[in-house]
């Protein structure tokens, strides 16, 4: 008599943690249909899992809330706002690096076509000189 | 903290937030697309108010994009900007003047922070005795479910959310919350039995 008091015990024990496990979403089949088996004779057990059941599928129910279409928007608007306000690091320290390129870019292809401009003119001015040599000699 | 290996959605997102450092804004607002949704239902069902948890969601992308710089790219960013919105949420409580935690010790097992919630003060309400007869015990039971996910501590509450609502595994959780696996699952845990004490007298 005692031993069977026990067994129902230990069996008890079990259902008690597969339910619990059954809330983390890792009782297994076999465990499960053990588990149903206990609680049919166990009046003890069954409404454990019947509470436990209700919950997770009440849980699994609950609707996602949608986000309106100008959420991400607002964020980035947001974002600027705080990037405008803050001392310069992370991505405004990318950007300033981008701007800084454009600006020796710029200076750097100016310095180009002046030195080419001035080298044209003064081949000019050379070509004008000779041309004007030969006239007067002539 | 030791370094972990990121899944392939942790490698594209390391690889946005590389991009979002550089300087581009685009990448951030990709990090935002994907998670903007995970992260407002989180601080919504952690404040339980569509105005103050749209806010909160959009205050927890500026600090992300804040912080960028203290980010360890070998970490998962998911969890990084939860923990940020979960973290949020919480003080938002704090300054209204509601939050409730339960203290962790060494072996995870959680006491009542003080003046902090016992068992005995968990009771959200009975079920509404006026509810129409036609409605049904399901939906009752989801309505009870709701009341009493909102009364939960909020570190228990933020497990129930991250996964029963999110999907994240308890080690996922641990790094959100700042708190070892074993202690999420046992809060994790402790959450459940709360809300399957208040079906007592429901079924």
Same mark, same amino acid.
């Given at each position: 008599?005692?031993?069977?008091?026990d067994?129902?015990?230990?069996?008890?024990?079990?259902?008690?943690?597969?339910?619990?496990?059954?809330?983390?979403?890792?009782?297994?089949?076999?465990?499960?249909?053990?588990?149903?088996?206990?609680?049919?004779?166990?009046?003890?057990?069954?409404?454990?899992?019947?509470?436990?059941?209700?919950?997770?599928?009440?849980?699994?129910?609950?609707?996602?809330?949608?986000?309106?279409?100008?959420?991400?928007?607002?964020?980035?608007?947001?974002?600027?706002?705080?990037?405008?306000?803050?001392?310069?690091?992370?991505?405004?320290?990318?950007?300033?690096?981008?701007?800084?390129?454009?600006?020796?870019?710029?200076?750097?292809?100016?310095?180009?076509?002046?030195?080419?401009?001035?080298?044209?003119?003064?081949?000019?001015?050379?070509?004008?000189?000779?041309e004007?040599?030969?006239?007067?000699?002539? | 903290?030791?370094?972990?290996?990121?899944?392939?959605?942790?490698?594209?997102?390391?690889?946005?937030?590389?991009?979002?450092?550089?300087?581009?804004?685009?990448?951030?607002?990709?990090?935002?697309?994907k998670?903007?949704d995970?992260?407002?239902?989180?601080?919504?069902?952690?404040?339980?108010?569509?105005? *103050?948890?749209?806010? %909160? $969601?959009? =205050? /927890?992308?500026?600090?992300?994009?804040?912080? !960028?710089?203290?980010?360890?790219?070998?970490?998962?960013?998911?969890?990084?900007?939860?923990?940020?919105?979960?973290?949020?949420?919480?003080?938002?409580?704090?300054?209204?003047?509601?939050?409730?935690?339960?203290?962790?010790?060494?072996?995870?097992?959680?006491?009542?922070?003080?003046?902090?919630?016992?068992?005995?003060?968990?009771?959200?309400?009975?079920?509404?005795?006026?509810?129409? *007869?036609?409605?049904? %015990? $399901?939906? =009752? /039971?989801?309505?009870?479910?709701?009341?009493? !996910?909102?009364?939960l501590?909020?570190?228990?509450?933020?497990?129930?959310?991250?996964?029963?609502?999110?999907?994240?595994?308890?080690?996922?959780?641990?790094?959100?919350l700042g708190?070892p696996?074993?202690?999420?699952?046992?809060?994790?845990?402790?959450?459940?039995?709360?809300?399957?004490?208040?079906?007592?007298?429901?079924?």
């Amino acid at each position: 008599m005692r031993d069977s008091r026990d067994e129902t015990g230990r069996e008890c024990e079990r259902a008690g943690r597969a339910i619990e496990d059954l809330g983390d979403g890792r009782t297994g089949r076999v465990r499960l249909l053990m588990l149903r088996r206990h609680v049919r004779e166990c009046p003890g057990c069954a409404p454990r899992l019947e509470k436990m059941s209700a919950v997770l599928e009440a849980l699994s129910e609950m609707q996602r809330e949608q986000l309106p279409e100008e959420f991400t928007a607002a964020v980035m608007a947001r974002l600027l706002d705080a990037v405008a306000g803050r001392p310069a690091g992370g991505a405004e320290r990318g950007r300033d690096n981008r701007n800084l390129f454009w600006v020796v870019g710029a200076a750097g292809l100016g310095l180009v076509i002046g030195l080419a401009l001035a080298v044209v003119r003064h081949l000019l001015g050379r070509q004008g000189e000779d041309e004007l040599a030969v006239a007067g000699h002539a | 903290m030791p370094e972990v290996r990121l899944t392939l959605d942790g490698i594209q997102d390391a690889r946005l937030v590389k991009a979002c450092r550089a300087g581009d804004e685009r990448a951030f607002e990709t990090l935002v697309l994907k998670y903007q949704d995970q992260v407002f239902n989180v601080v919504y069902r952690m404040v339980g108010d569509r105005e *103050e948890a749209m806010d %909160l $969601a959009q =205050e /927890t992308f500026i600090k992300a994009f804040q912080g !960028l710089d203290s980010f360890n790219q070998g970490r998962p960013f998911r969890a990084w900007l939860l923990r940020i919105g979960t973290n949020s949420a919480i003080d938002l409580l704090r300054r209204r003047g509601r939050a409730r935690d339960v203290r962790v010790d060494a072996e995870g097992v959680g006491e009542p922070a003080a003046p902090g919630l016992s068992r005995g003060e968990f009771e959200p309400r009975a079920p509404a005795s006026e509810i129409p *007869e036609n409605v049904s %015990l $399901a939906r =009752e /039971t989801a309505e009870v479910v709701t009341e009493a !996910l909102e009364m939960l501590p909020d570190n228990y509450k933020a497990v129930v959310v991250l996964h029963h609502m999110e999907g994240l595994s308890y080690s996922e959780i641990g790094k959100v919350l700042g708190v070892p696996r074993n202690t999420a699952k046992t809060w994790g845990r402790r959450a459940r039995g709360l809300l399957c004490d208040t079906l007592e007298g429901a079924m």
